[in-house]
């Protein structure tokens, strides 16, 4: 929408500028036809259609006689002004949009996870992949914990193995959440100091590593969810 404005603004400035111009150049016209009038009656001769010399300047003649003119100069500064301002806002609004879009770059794919219990504790192992964005920084694999209600019982989060990711690497994660008697489900996700790091469960789609994937409920009903 800002584009057809500015679009229409300019063309509209372009006519009132030629508009300008043409009674500029009238004006200039008339304005030697008055020098050689005045040439002619210091010489002592009528001009060629027979009008009586000229010795002053028409009052009604210039660019304060011509209201149309001072209109149309004025609207065409109103308009550049205007085209000036959209311009410069659109500069100042770039990089955000810029800045949006990296974040949005910055993301994991989950190629592998499971879990195992030893006494009351839980553990979460699991394979990521940065699929070729910008790297995100040192990255903290996160687990909730949720009873068979789905309330919360309890977290846990560790480092990856790796601390940065290149575009096309791989880096395994271990988390360990203590002290957990009772466990329905758990969740998984991925931050940085930032946020939230986005991610693609493409386990389902791995078949190379389909012995490492969970299976959806183990023998004590415990689901897994990557999200």
């Known amino acids: 929408m800002l584009i057809v404005f500015t679009l229409a603004s300019v063309s509209v400035a372009i006519g009132l500028g030629w508009y300008a111009w043409h009674l500029a150049r009238l004006e200039r016209a008339r304005s030697n036809a008055r020098v050689a009038a005045l040439a002619a009656a210091i010489e002592g001769t009528s001009t060629a259609d027979g009008s009586a010399p000229m010795f002053t300047r028409n009052p009604d003649s210039g660019v304060q006689s011509r209201p149309l003119l001072k209109l149309a100069i004025g609207f065409g ?4 002004v205007i085209v000036i ?3 410069t806002g659109d500069r100042h609004e770039a990089p955000p949009a810029s800045a949006a879009s990296t974040n949005a770059a910055q993301s994991l794919e989950l190629l592998s996870m499971r879990h195992e219990r030893t006494g009351e504790d839980l553990t979460v192992t699991g394979l990521v992949r940065n699929p070729g964005g910008p790297a995100p ?3 903290m694999a996160v687990v909730l914990a949720f009873d068979r209600q789905g309330s919360f019982v309890a977290s846990g989060r560790a480092p ?3 601390a940065t990711i290149a575009a096309g690497d ?3 994660f271990r988390v360990t959440v203590p002290g957990v008697k009772e466990v329905g489900r758990y ?3 991925f931050r940085t100091e930032s946020g939230v790091v986005r991610h693609v469960d493409r386990r389902t789609t791995n078949p190379e590593r389909v012995s490492a994937q969970p299976a959806a409920a183990d023998r004590g009903g415990l689901l897994a969810a990557a999200n």
């Not at 500064?77 to 550049?80: D, F």
């Open 187 to 189: 969740r998984v996700s």
């Open 137 to 139: 920084g040192a990255i």
């Open 160 to 162: 990856l193995e790796f």
């Open 77 to 80: 500064m109103a308009v550049a």
């Open 85 to 87: 301002i959209a311009m």
């Open 170 to 172: 791989e880096s395994p």
